[in-house]
């Protein structure tokens, strides 16, 4: 009778790209690499890195045993050019690769590992702690830079200014106002470094007609309604006025150069002073299209009327900005008034850039990219705004990125650059373009599949998806694969944005928006069980873990514009706001939570539980989220827990609350054995921290 082939345990194989895998995790070209790679103890005959673009197999020795697994390495002198490479495993009678996507019998199924010689992420950046501002719903510090009712004409209508700041935004929010600003951000910080806030994300701040200001007036400046209004005076608009030629209190307010200086200074103080608190801040860079009152287009005559500018392209055929628009009739007598340009998405209000026919547009961008992150206002970063619709073609867009990385990176090395996408991001991530993304497709998108259901939008549901933590970890292993090590760390994982309902409203499983539902039934019916398993998640798993401004204080809101309500000043929810002071700080003090590998232990029907590893430290995160208790058994010792080494429970987050109490447990042969109450998450680490 043959012998029976001994097979290669797949659960004890295992790599990344972190630092106890890759020496150095991010090398330079010419520079010598350690790969390291894990096997069950006596299993591998033999290891070879197996270099994807050659074929090349370098053999890999065993360096280390501890008696559960084996640990291999080789040495790789890394060139020029990227490299893509996987592990092949032979053992008694049975082989396999192993690369991102897990062991396979196929190299080119197994998901590549990639070093792309020389692309390094900023170091601060990886795990931090940040914190998105939605600067008019935050908090009002300066009354007199408040947007006045009437004070111009938006989109066909007078602006509104909301005297209530607990009024629920409206259905046409857009020009709606409530007052915040820089100077109400500065008077939150000690609050945002209390919480553990690292890093601040603007959204835009330049000079702009909206509320949301995607619709940039002035990329040079910061607009004075954030800011300060030394000048002021004019008239505001009638009541059913339909154009800005009378709003010359907005255009003093919007385009005097007293204003603007002002309002720049503001800015690099506040700048300032986060630095000196040790937090970075991260501004909103929207490049793909500007705004109908921009003054290179001038559309609402802001800038003919304020004087002291050149005529704007809409104005006159021979605007020195002409060429930074598409023009489709381009008839002398076309101007002035001319509005045949192109607009994004159709939208007239939403000129698209015209790069490719304009080298002074080009420039002028590069250099805004430049000043923002240079002295005096040295800004960490850029987040930029549907960053892969600029230009007209893929081979265009690429080219842009690549020089405003190195104009970004010129000026200051340090600053990050965080792209809005949505789908495979990839082909910018290849250390020439983009740092990394808003995480969508590798975060928010599947955590919330299984956790509630729902889609981001809260505009359907999937009763599939919902609870299945194998799709779940199917979704977020592929997704991250489509990513370099450097960029997953430094991803922007968020479960609210101004773009998506709330998260805490996803929980109550309801399909439907402001217009449909009305602003009440986004919090009726709300799970705060399911809201805190998910923020467990969103301080464990790689990347760096966003809050959107109100949510750890339980902010609901349908999608927008209810998702951009304004911070409960004097109404917070200080127990959930306790809750994210403790995971965040949890995060920031766990090595293994910052900066660890992540490693999937088990999945099952509302149930997931994964490890995090980096040394000495290892961590462990199991997600309950039935709406009844149970008893899982998780199998720690993937990890290289041992049963002799205790792990200390530190959060326990359910239906009713949270506990930060710590209690010690013990695997037993390996096995981690625990009972969890409903919608509950736990984490456990080992040593002490």
Not at 487 to 515: E, K, P, W, Y
Request: proline share 4%.
């Amino acid at each position: 009778m043959m012998a029976k082939e001994k097979q290669i345990n797949r659960r004890a194989l295992f790599a990344d790209e972190t630092q106890d895998y890759r020496i150095p995790e991010e090398p330079d070209s010419g520079e010598m690499t350690e790969l390291r790679f894990r096997t069950g103890a006596g299993e591998a005959q033999q290891v070879f890195c197996v270099v994807m673009e050659t074929d090349e197999r370098l053999e890999m020795k065993k360096i280390a045993s501890d008696g559960r697994f084996d640990f291999f390495q080789t040495t790789m002198n890394v060139g020029e050019d990227a490299i893509h490479y996987c592990f092949f495993v032979q053992g008694e009678g049975d082989a396999c690769f192993f690369g991102r996507l897990g062991a396979s019998k196929h190299a080119e199924l197994c998901g590549p590992f990639v070093i792309t010689p020389g692309f390094h992420t900023p170091e601060w950046a990886k795990g931090a702690v940040m914190y998105q501002i939605f600067v008019d719903r935050f908090c009002n510090g300066d009354p007199n830079n408040d947007v006045k009712e009437r004070e111009y004409v938006y989109i066909g209508r007078p602006v509104h200014k909301v005297e209530n700041w607990e009024q629920n935004p409206s259905t046409m929010d857009v020009g709606c106002f409530y007052g915040g600003d820089l100077k109400g951000v500065r008077e939150k910080l000690d609050y945002l470094q209390y919480l553990g806030v690292e890093v601040i994300y603007f959204n835009p701040l330049f000079v702009s007609p909206s509320n949301h200001k995607y619709d940039s007036q002035d990329y040079e400046h910061i607009d004075p309604h954030y800011g300060v209004i030394v000048s002021d005076g004019g008239e505001v608009v009638a009541e059913n006025a339909v154009s800005n030629e009378k709003a010359t209190c907005y255009q003093r307010r919007s385009a005097d150069p007293a204003n603007l200086t002002a309002s720049d200074q503001l800015f690099a103080d506040l700048v300032k002073e986060m630095h000196e608190r040790g937090m970075r801040v991260i501004i909103d860079g929207v490049f793909n299209h500007c705004g109908s009152f921009n003054k290179w287009l001038d559309r609402e005559k802001i800038y003919l009327h304020q004087g002291g500018y050149e005529a704007g392209a809409y104005l006159s055929e021979k605007s020195p900005y002409r060429s930074f628009f598409h023009f489709n009739n381009e008839n002398a007598d076309a101007w002035p008034d001319n509005g045949s340009y192109d607009g994004w998405w159709g939208h007239d209000t939403l000129p698209k850039l015209n790069y490719e026919e304009s080298p002074k547009l080009y420039e002028y961008v590069m250099r805004i990219a430049r000043r923002w992150v240079s002295e005096p206002f040295c800004v960490d970063g850029w987040r930029l705004d549907v960053a892969a619709d600029l230009g007209h073609s893929s081979e265009f867009n690429h080219k842009f990125w690549k020089d405003f990385r190195a104009n970004v990176k010129q000026a200051n090395p340090n600053a990050v650059i965080l792209a809005e996408h949505y789908g495979d991001p990839s082909s910018w991530l290849q250390g020439d373009e983009w740092d990394t993304i808003m995480n969508y497709d590798a975060f928010m998108e599947p955590l919330t599949w299984f956790l509630t259901g729902m889609e981001k939008h809260s505009d359907s549901s999937n009763s599939a998806l919902y609870g299945d933590g194998e799709s779940f970890f199917r979704s977020m292993h592929y997704h991250m694969s489509r990513m370099q090590g450097q960029s997953v760390m430094t991803a922007m994982n968020q479960l609210s944005n101004h773009d998506h309902s709330r998260f805490l409203t996803r929980t109550n499983q309801m399909v439907g928006r402001i217009g449909t539902m009305g602003a009440e039934m986004a919090s009726v019916g709300v799970n705060y069980g399911v809201f805190r398993e998910a923020v467990m998640v969103q301080m464990t798993w790689p990347g760096a873990p966003t809050l959107y401004y109100g949510d750890e204080t339980g902010v609901c809101g349908w999608t927008d514009p209810d998702n951009r309500r304004t911070y409960p000043w004097g109404h917070e929810d200080f127990e959930l706001i306790e809750f994210h002071r403790y995971m965040i700080d949890l995060h920031k003090r766990l090595p293994a939570l910052r900066r660890g590998s992540v490693k999937e232990l088990l999945a099952d029907r509302q149930l997931i539980a994964y490890g995090r590893m980096r040394g000495e430290n290892k961590c462990v995160i199991v997600i309950n989220n039935r709406r009844d208790s149970r008893v899982v058994h998780v199998p720690v010792w993937e990890l290289g827990i041992s049963d002799q080494e205790p792990l200390t429970r530190m959060m326990l987050s359910h239906a009713q609350g949270y506990n930060a109490g710590q209690i010690a447990y013990h695997a037993e042969d390996g096995v981690l054995t625990l009972e969890l109450p409903a919608s509950s998450g736990i984490l456990l680490t080992t040593g002490r921290y």
